[in-house]
């Protein structure tokens, strides 16, 4: 079974400018997560989607952070203008249905540099 | 406030000898608790959950964890570490479908 998929692996860019990650979970999964890792820190949550809605996007800064499963597949989260304190790995997650007891897996991240 | 929090930083262990990773929790409700290890560059690899039922857990790579109510610990276990395990490794409640980690503790195990 292929895990979940997470394009580009590494991105470098300046503040200001624009990014885009794409995420293809597992297939059959039903819920789809982004987490942002800051170096010496566990993964924090920014959004969860169930099929192609949002269950919560409470911890997503919503003035530059963007996402959208338009067809309730693969994802896409951009920042737009970049800050330098979005340096951080950018985890893509999902699971086969939402709940507490779900196991969510992890695709291998995207490493965003902002200089 | 439901947090999860794993008190040692870094732990060192010899190969061949048991290892010990901690985490406490602090949730309202029952707990939802879950083991990931972190290899570098890579993302975080699922080992084991502990959602109801039996207290010890088993899960992959020989691993195991004992879940205590009463010390409100989630401790990570295995009997003989190997070289391999070292890593960086995350304990986790979930609330909702949001996992909330604990900081991580680095696992370096010697030959």
């Known amino acids: 079974e292929a895990g979940v998929a997470q394009s580009p692996r590494y991105k470098i860019i300046e503040k200001r400018q624009s990014v885009a990650f794409w995420c293809n979970p597992i297939?059959?999964?039903?819920?789809l997560y982004w987490y942002q890792q800051i170096l010496g820190q566990g993964p924090k949550l920014l959004i969860q989607?169930?099929?192609?809605?949002?269950?919560?996007d409470s911890q997503l800064p919503k003035d530059r952070f963007s996402a959208e499963r338009l067809k309730g597949v693969d994802s896409t989260l951009k920042i737009q203008p970049a800050k330098l304190e979005d340096s951080a790995v950018y985890l893509c997650?999902?699971?086969?249905?939402?709940?507490?007891?779900?196991?969510?897996?992890f695709g291998p991240g995207t490493r965003l540099l902002v200089l | 406030a439901q947090s999860v929090a794993q008190p040692e930083d870094q732990v060192n262990v010899a190969e061949g000898n048991p290892l010990t990773v901690k985490c406490t929790y602090s949730?309202?409700?029952?707990?939802?608790l879950f083991w990931y290890v972190q290899y570098p560059n890579r993302g975080l690899q699922f080992l084991l959950k502990?959602?109801?039922?039996?207290?010890l857990v088993k899960g992959s790579y020989g691993f195991e964890a004992e879940f205590n109510k009463s010390q409100t610990s989630f401790h990570l276990k295995k009997p003989s570490a190997l070289v391999s395990d070292s890593a960086l490794y995350f304990c986790?409640?979930?609330?909702?479908?949001?996992?909330?980690f604990g900081q991580g503790t680095e696992l370096s195990v010697k030959p």
């Open positions: 997650a999902s699971s086969l249905e939402h709940g507490r007891e779900e196991t969510q897996y």
């Open positions: 297939s059959g999964h039903a819920t």
């Open positions: 989607f169930q099929n192609n809605g949002v269950v919560d």
């Open positions: 949730v309202s409700g029952n707990p939802y």
């Open positions: 502990y959602i109801t039922g039996d207290n």
């Open positions: 986790a409640h979930n609330q909702g479908g949001k996992l909330i």
